[in-house]
């Protein structure tokens, strides 16, 4: 449902967790943020596509912002 998912996106919650999340892999090149990140999150590499797209998001809006879109996707909130 999109205003639940506006809701999770948007809440203070998931904005302290992203920023606490992205705290921890500050000290690291670009690349090893995003492979750290996709390890801590979704326990999988990123395929080079996603490495591709997450370096250029991460260059536009930082790494806060990319770790609350990993936290944010489908792979992250539900089970298969």
């Known amino acids: 449902?999109?205003?639940q998912a506006l809701a999770l996106l948007?809440?203070?919650?998931?904005?302290?967790?992203a920023i606490a999340l992205a705290?921890?892999?500050?000290?690291?090149?670009p690349r090893t943020q995003i492979e750290q990140l996709y390890a801590h999150v979704l326990q999988r590499p990123p395929s080079d596509q996603e490495m591709e797209r997450c370096r250029?998001?991460?260059?536009?809006h930082g790494l806060p912002a990319l770790a609350r879109v990993l936290l944010n996707l489908n792979e992250f909130i539900?089970?298969?």
């Open 23 to 29: 705290a921890r892999f500050e000290d690291v090149v």
């Open 10 to 17: 948007n809440s203070d919650m998931m904005e302290k967790a």
């Open 56 to 60: 250029a998001y991460l260059q536009e």
């Open 1 to 3: 449902v999109a205003p």
């Open 78 to 80: 539900f089970i298969d």
